[in-house]
T-cell receptor, first 116, second 112 residues
Framework: NAGVTQTPKFQVLKTGQSMTLQCAQDMNHEYMSWYRQDPGMGLRLIHYSVGAGITDQGEVPNGYNVSRSTTEDFPLRLLSAAPSQTSVYFC???????????????FGNGTRLTVT | AQSVTQPDIHITVSEGASLELRCNYSYGATPYLFWYVQSPGQGLQLLLKYFSGDTLVQGIKGFEAEFKRSQSSFNLRKPSVHWSDAAEYFCAVAAYNNDMRFGAGTRLTVKP
């Protein structure tokens, strides 16, 4: 039972480069989300999805794109990386959503991204 | 939008001592409240949650939290801390639309 799998674990980019952070879950969860974690700021919601084909913006969506073509995968794309996007990124999923009592969020182990 | 404040950035307690981590939230409706724990290099793990009903909720690893609407607080407690409890703790509040907001976190150090 793999849970939520994030790849890569570490990544270094130059300013202006693009990349995709991968997130996959094998629990048949409908809800998936991306957070960034910065020192002193906790986790901030970037984008989330309540099912295949449906995405919505969170607290800090600028500079990031997402799509949800399958239930299992929820990739996060940085089209033109900036130093301000240096952070640790977490993907999380749940059966129904963050507001559901019986469906807690399951987190991946994170991707540490550095943009120089 | 909803928000969470964790006033204490870092707390140090001795092993066996009691622990209370503070959390204050801001939300116009009935909040869904959570405490998560993060060990170094790991993702977050749910400790406990409050949606409605009994204001004292029990979680895993011997933790409990009390919801106080009048104080907009949801403080986490443990009667006797173990060295393995050293980690970072996050309080979170979720709105009905699945928008979950986290506090900045409190790092717990446990002295032997």
């Amino acid at each position: 039972n793999a849970g939520v799998t994030q790849t890569p674990k570490f990544q270094v980019l130059k300013t202006g480069q693009s990349m995709t952070l991968q997130c996959a879950q094998d629990m048949n969860h409908e809800y998936m989300s991306w957070y960034r974690q910065d020192p002193g700021m906790g986790l901030r919601l970037i984008h989330y999805s309540v099912g295949a084909g449906i995405t919505d913006q969170g607290e800090v969506p600028n500079g990031y794109n997402v799509s949800r073509s399958t239930t299992e995968d929820f990739p996060l794309r940085l089209l033109s990386a900036a130093p301000s996007q240096t952070s640790v990124y977490f993907c999380a999923s749940s059966y129904i959503g963050a507001s559901s009592y019986n469906s807690p969020l399951h987190f991946g182990n994170g991707t540490r991204l550095t943009v120089t | 939008a909803q928000s969470v404040t964790q006033p204490d950035i870092h707390i140090t307690v001795s092993e066996g001592a009691s622990l209370e981590l503070r959390c204050n939230y801001s939300y116009g409706a009935t909040p869904y409240l959570f405490w998560y724990v993060q060990s170094p290099g790991q993702g977050l793990q749910l400790l406990l949650k409050y949606f409605s009903g009994d204001t004292l909720v029990q979680g895993i690893k011997g933790f409990e939290a009390e919801f106080k609407r009048s104080q907009s607080s949801f403080n986490l407690r443990k009667p006797s801390v173990h060295w393995s409890d050293a980690a970072e703790y996050f309080c979170a509040v979720a709105a009905y639309n699945n928008d979950m907001r986290f506090g900045a976190g409190t790092r717990l150090t446990v002295k032997p």
